[in-house]
Each structure stands twice: as structure tokens, then as C-alpha cells.
């Protein structure tokens, strides 16, 4: 909807107001979809002085009929009466006003419009007609002929220049509305993704799989409920377990962590439950275990899948009733604890081959949390990367990554993902030493050489040796070719071949300019 004041208040139409004012003394308005008339902008230093039109909304039917013909404009435009360009109108009266009409997000809001006039050509013919026409009006017979002497009188190429200048201005006020729609879209936008991402600030992606796991953790947080964090290694499963503590009502209370596959069976056990005086060699004094350290906030179990089934039946106790004993003690001791797990193991597989206890698989896994590996969200890539390139160049220049070095980064499929992808970051800040802009040639061999990749990732099993140089050819082929612009002759040069055998391996590695752009 069409916010006439704003648009009044625009300076170009302020502007066009003075013009029309100054030069002819004539009056801009508007009227919106239903024809209701709006005031123009308040030009005060040339204040309008249209004494007829003044007298005529000075009486109640005048005023009628004035509105009356603001709808009839609209009506006239809406029949097809007018284009997209500016229209002359006649008025109740008799006097020419022109209107251009306003269209915003393609749909009619209203005109703006100009005149209150009379036309060189026909002034005798119009002046008879505006005094015959408002005989009936409740007005004084003398005041009404004073004003009709000084309405304006317009050639009809000041006509012509009127018309332009109002079709103009409507142009220009519905550019800067589509710039502002635009900025307020953008705007929009901004806020919502900052919404979304601000309660999860070191979490970086904006990929879809991200996005629904923010929406997913949003949920999360607000209970108390068990979770069970699956994800591939580096996929940030320690960093997202703390987001949903930090998220929740225990956030002041402690999050304590624990790899469950660091100990050994009897060390973990201690480690988790305490232990009493004596409980075994070496246990000289009680210890606290680590479900009591974090009584009343969040436990976070590393690799639950590596825990030992005696252990596990521990857990499903502490899950189930909230108690424990430690070891070697007698008494049972109670704790408020919200367990987050995570694993990057299939513990469902696990419960099938008997390795996992399905108790406790159902206990901790009332909701899961499944991380995207990298590989399935590419397009967090770049923005990760900066994040790291400006999280690893503190206090040192900033370094920017060229855009060949960006396209090995996307293209490889890290198995180690958003880890692997920092430690590369860091690699190459270093590597880059004073260059501040980073190219591929820093890029690690193994990232840089890596071409094939379904979209699954490489696949499991190690390539043997024809294939691993087989890629590496094709590599190396490809690049030398981007380089030389797909000159063959200069690639074959620097790849050092013959230009006969470059032609021989493109087509044998279905090397296509278009393809591998
Ligand atoms: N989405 C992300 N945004 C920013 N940093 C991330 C993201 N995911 C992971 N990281 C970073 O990558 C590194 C590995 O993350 P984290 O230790 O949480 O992964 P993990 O899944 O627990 O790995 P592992 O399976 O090896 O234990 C950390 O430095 C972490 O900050
Ligand atoms: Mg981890």
C-alpha cells in the first residue's frame, strides 16, 4: 500500500511541487485507489494560491463535487481512459487538471496530479462553462467571477512540459520505491538470518542443512531432553552440544565433557561416578566424579558408542532414575544432569551387532541432532574460510584468499571436514607469509589434486596406485589448461608433452572447456 505522505515528503516530488507552483501557480495532489484526495506537499515558500479552487472547497457541494471528481479520474484510468502516461482531465468545473497514474509492486495505487487550469485555445469557451457550472453553488456571483479572471492560463506547450515533468517524477519516485523495497527485502533478510544465527554465534553456515538445523536446536533448547548428536569427525559436535547448553535454562550451571573412549573401562568409571576412599589401589582419599561436577547443568558423553557395556548399564541408570554409586562405595547418590551424547559411529548398526545396549540407545536417543558433513554443504565453504582466515589472523594483516585458491577448497571433499578445513586455513596463513593475497599454489597437494569426487566423496577404500596417477594427470592436465586459456599448444609447453599427446589425454579424460570451467 501507498504511503502518500512518505511520497509527498520525497524530495523530488517536493521539488517538482516548487516548480509547478512557482512557474504557473498551480496545485500538486494526489488521489489514492478509491479516489480520495490528498493533500500535496506543503511548498511554503511559494505557498499555492489558487483563490478558485479555494472558493469552490469553501461551500459543501463544491467540495462534493471536488472529490467527485478526484473519483471520477480514478474511474477514467481504471476504463482504460488513460495509459501509463500522463492524462488530461476535465473537472466538475470545467478547469483541465492532469494526472499521471502511480502503479507500486505492479498494482494501481492512485494518481498524482497537477492543474486546476485553463487552456490557451479554449479559455472564452471554459471561463463560460466554470461560471455557468457553478451558478448553483452557494457562492457570491462577484467572488466567483474574480476568481475565474485569475485561474491560470496554460499553451498547450506548457501543457506538454507539465505533463512531462509529472511523468518524470513518477519514474523517478518509483525507482527510489523499488531501491527501498529493495534495501527494506535486503533488510529483512539480514534480520531474520541474524535472528536465526545469533544465539548460535561460533556455529558458521547458512546452507540449508544448517538453516534447519538452527530451527532444529531452537527447539532443542528449551528442554531438558536427552540428545543424541551424530556426525561425522570435525563436523562440530562438541561445538553444537555446547550451543544447545549455552541455549538452555542451565546455562549458568557447568557443562563438563568427557571422551568416553580416552580411559580405559575402570579410569572412565571412576572419572564418571567417583570413587570412595580405598575402592582401589591408589584411591586415597573420595573423588568426585564428573555426573556430580555437573550436577544441575549438561553432561556432554564423546563417543558414547566407545563405552563399555558396564558402563553403559551405569548410564542407563543415571538416565533413568538420576542415581549412581561411585566406585567402591556402598551409597547411592542422586544428580540432576541434562546428557547430550554424541557419536560418529552408526549406533544403531552397533545395537543390531549386539555392541550397543538398545535400552540405552532409546534412552539417549529421544531426539537427534544429525551434523551435514561439509562435503554436503559446499556453499558454507567460503564463508567458513573467512571466518578462520580472520579467526587465525588476529592481531596480524588481513589476508584474502584468490579466488582459484577458494574454487580448490570447494572443490575437494573433505573427509575431515569443518576441522580439516580450519587446520588448511591455518596452513595457509602460514605458508603464505607476506603475501596478503592467498593462490592455489599454497593449497596442500592432497586438496589441490583431488578431482574426483562423487557427491557422496571419495569412496572408502584408498585408490591404488594407475588410479591415484591417473587423477593426478587429469589434475595437472586440467590445470595447465585453465591456465593457458585452453590453448593447447601453450598448455602442452608447460605441462611439457607433445601437443599431439595433450589431445590424445583430453579426450581420454573427456576434458571439456565447457564442463570444467
Ligand atoms: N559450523 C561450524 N562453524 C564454525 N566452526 C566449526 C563448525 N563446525 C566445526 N567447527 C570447528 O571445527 C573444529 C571441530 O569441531 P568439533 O570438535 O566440535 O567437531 P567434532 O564433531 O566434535 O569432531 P570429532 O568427531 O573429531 O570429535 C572446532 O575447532 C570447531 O570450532
Ligand atoms: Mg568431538
Redesign the pocket.
Known amino acids: 500500500m501507498q504511503d502518500w505522505k512518505e511520497l509527498a515528503g520525497l524530495r523530488v516530488i517536493r521539488r517538482m511541487a516548487e516548480i509547478v507552483n512557482k512557474r504557473w501557480n498551480l496545485g500538486v495532489g494526489f488521489a489514492d485507489s478509491s479516489g480520495a484526495l490528498i493533500r500535496g506537499p506543503e511548498v511554503t515558500r511559494f505557498a499555492t494560491h489558487r483563490p478558485f479552487c479555494e472558493l469552490i472547497k469553501s461551500c459543501r457541494e463544491g467540495r462534493k463535487r471536488c472529490s467527485q471528481t478526484a473519483i471520477g479520474m480514478i474511474e477514467h484510468h481504471n476504463s482504460g481512459g488513460g495509459g501509463e502516461g500522463a492524462v488530461a482531465y476535465t473537472c466538475h468545473a470545467g478547469l483541465t487538471e492532469i494526472y499521471v497514474p502511480v502503479k507500486s509492486d505492479g498494482e494501481e495505487q492512485g494518481l498524482i496530479l497537477a492543474g486546476g487550469m485553463f487552456t490557451e485555445r479554449h479559455v472564452r469557451r471554459q471561463r463560460e462553462k466554470v461560471l455557468s457550472s457553478c451558478a448553483d453553488l452557494d457562492l457570491p456571483a462577484e467572488e466567483l467571477q474574480k476568481a475565474v479572471r485569475k485561474i491560470t492560463v496554460l499553451s498547450d506547450e506548457a501543457q506538454e512540459y507539465l505533463r512531462d515533468l509529472l511523468e518524470l517524477v513518477v519514474r523517478e519516485t518509483l525507482v527510489y520505491q523499488e531501491e527501498i523495497a529493495h534495501k527494506e527485502r535486503r533488510l529483512d533478510r539480514l534480520t531474520r538470518e541474524l535472528a536465526e544465527r545469533s544465539s548460535y554465534r ?4 547458512k546452507s540449508p542443512p ?1 538453516r534447519e538445523l538452527y530451527r532444529l536446536l531452537d527447539k532443542v533448547a528449551g528442554t531438558d531432553a536427552t540428545v543424541l ?1 551424530e ?12 550451543a544447545i547448553h549455552f541455549n538452555s535454562s542451565r546455562k549458568n550451571k557447568p557443562v563438563v565433557v568427557q ?1 568416553c573412549s580416552a580411559f580405559n573401562d575402570n579410569l572412565l568409571d571412576s572419572e564418571l561416578f567417583g570413587h570412595a576412599r580405598g575402592a582401589f589401589t591408589g584411591a586415597v582419599g573420595t573423588k568426585k566424579g564428573l555426573f556430580e561436577v555437573a550436577d544441575g547443568g549438561t553432561f556432554f558423553l ?2 558414547i558408542g566407545d563405552m563399555s557395556p558396564a558402563l553403559q548399564v551405569k548410564l542407563l541408570r543415571i538416565l533413568q532414575e538420576g542415581t549412581f554409586i561411585p566406585v567402591g562405595s556402598t551409597q547411592t547418590r542422586k544428580v540432576d544432569v541434562r546428557i547430550i551424547a ?1 557419536t ?1 559411529r552408526d549406533l544403531k548398526k552397533m545395537v543390531e551387532q549386539g555392541l550397543f545396549r538398545e535400552d540405552l540407545y532409546y534412552r539417549i536417543n529421544v531426539i537427534t541432532v544429525a ?1 551435514p558433513p ?1 562435503r554436503k554443504r559446499r556453499e ?1 565453504i567460503p564463508v ?1 574460510a573467512e ?2 582466515l580472520a579467526k587465525h589472523s588476529q592481531g596480524k594483516r588481513k589476508c584474502q584468499l584468490l579466488s582459484s585458491c577458494m574454487e580448490r577448497l570447494m572443490d575437494y571433499h573433505w573427509p ?4 580439516e ?2 587446520n588448511e586455513i591455518e596452513r595457509l596463513l602460514v605458508l603464505c607469509s607476506d603475501d596478503r593475497q592467498i593462490g592455489e599454489e599454497f593449497v596442500s597437494p592432497r586438496i589441490r589434486y583431488e578431482i574426483y569426487h562423487d557427491g557422496e566423496g571419495a569412496s572408502s577404500e584408498a585408490p591404488g596406485l594407475p588410479q591415484a596417477i591417473e587423477r593426478l594427470e587429469r589434475t595437472m592436465i586440467l590445470d595447465h589448461l585453465k591456465q593457458a586459456r585452453w590453448n593447447k599448444t601453450k598448455a602442452a609447453i608447460t605441462l611439457g608433452i607433445s601437443r599431439r599427446n595433450l589431445i590424445r589425454k583430453v579426450k581420454a579424460f573427456e576434458l571439456d572447456r565447457r564442463r570444467n570451467r
Request: hydrophobic share 35%; charged share 25%; net charge negative.
Open positions: 561460533n556455529i558458521i553456515g544448517m548428536i556426525g561425522e569427525n570435525g563436523t562440530g559436535k562438541e561445538l553444537v552440544s555446547r571422551n564423546d563417543e554424541a560418529h551434523l561439509l558454507d567458513l571466518y578462520f575431515g571436514n569443518v576441522r578445513l580450519e
